[in-house]
T-cell receptor, first 113, second 115 residues
């Protein structure tokens, strides 16, 4: 059974802290994605990666960075957390190609106080 | 750029009612189209997909047909159950400006089915 796992389901951090969210997939997928989900806004793409050590900015990359040192692992970093980054963060992976569906992790609900 | 528009929710239906959730899209290429479902407290999971015009995707009693002439991919189910209560997302997958896969989501439609 295919699986995407995220390091935490719930996280509470203080303003200014550096935050790491980790995502691991076991399907040997080339592409990995980080989204944030907010009510009324749907899913917005933060960053994606199509290969190890490669990354591309999505629609809302400001305040975030990513790292992909191994094919199965894609990390999202909040350099200095702010209250407007309180959100649900979803990781997804997919095989390369527009025909393939994304597989999602369960999400991390991050609260920045 | 690509965009997906789906009907606003929430949608409240009685059990066994007919469901339609409208989805229309704009795309520059030849996208694949998807419906994802998100149950409370979970991530999204694929419900069905269609990769070319006139294809019909189906799963768990849900259906959607890829209509290129109307740029639509409406989700339907003949008889909903309480267990179908969830948020439904329409999405398209296309080649982005760098040649990479780009996925665009609608804002989601919350469905509540009451007994």
């Amino acid at each position: 059974d295919v699986k995407v796992t995220q390091s935490s389901r719930y996280l509470v951090k203080r303003t200014g802290e550096k935050v790491f969210l980790e995502c691991v997939q076991d399907m040997d997928h080339e592409n990995m994605f980080w989204y944030r989900q907010d009510p009324g806004l749907g899913l917005r793409l933060i960053y994606f990666s199509y290969d190890v050590k490669m990354k591309e900015k999505g629609d809302i990359p400001e305040g975030y960075s990513v790292s992909r040192e191994k094919k199965e692992r894609f990390s999202l970093i909040l350099e200095s957390a702010s209250t407007n980054q309180t959100s649900m963060y979803l990781c997804a992976s997919t095989r390369a190609g527009v025909f393939y569906e994304q597989y999602f992790g369960p999400g991390t609900r991050l609260t920045v106080t | 750029g690509d965009s997906v528009t789906q009907m606003e929710g929430p949608v409240t239906l009685s059990e066994e009612a007919f469901l339609t959730i409208n989805c229309t899209y704009t795309a520059t290429g030849y996208p694949s189209l998807f419906w994802y479902v998100q149950y409370p407290g979970e991530g999204l999971q694929l419900l069905l997909k269609a990769t070319k015009a006139d294809d019909k995707g189906s799963n768990k009693g849900f259906e959607a047909t890829y209509r290129k002439e109307t740029t639509s991919f409406h989700l339907e189910k003949g008889s909903v159950q309480v267990s179908d209560s969830a948020v439904y997302f329409c999405a398209l997958s296309d080649h982005g400006s760098g040649g990479y896969q780009k996925v665009t989501f609608g804002t989601g439609t919350k469905l509540q089915v009451i007994p």
